[in-house]
């Protein structure tokens, strides 16, 4: 189950499928990937983070995509993980 006492981070209040991977940076060593929310803000987050309204925690990052682990409540009221990816907006990359 997830934690419901955590102090919640800002993408989590958006859809999954609204947010949009526009690009990566690196700075020390750690690889950040850049997601535009549908406010048109650009958040930088790392591995660890938080996004989506599924619980989706970041377990990657690569220049393509970023890898989720995703909380999901099935008809019985128990908890399940999923695997999920958003993808490098490529229309971005044209602009």
């Not at 929310?37 to 309204?53: F, L």
């Not at 999901?72 to 044209?94: F, I, P, T």
């Amino acid at each position: 189950a997830p934690d419901l006492t955590r102090r919640r981070e800002p993408l989590e209040s958006y859809p999954i499928e609204s947010l949009r991977m526009v690009g990566t940076l690196e700075r020390d060593k750690t690889i950040y990937a850049l997601v535009r929310a549908t406010d048109k803000t650009v958040y930088q987050v790392r591995s660890g983070n938080y996004m989506g309204q599924s619980f989706g925690i970041i377990t990657s990052i690569t220049e393509s995509d970023i890898r989720l682990r995703e909380l999901v409540q099935d008809s019985a009221g128990d908890w399940a993980e999923r695997q999920s990816r958003l993808l490098l907006d490529d229309q971005e990359q044209k602009k």
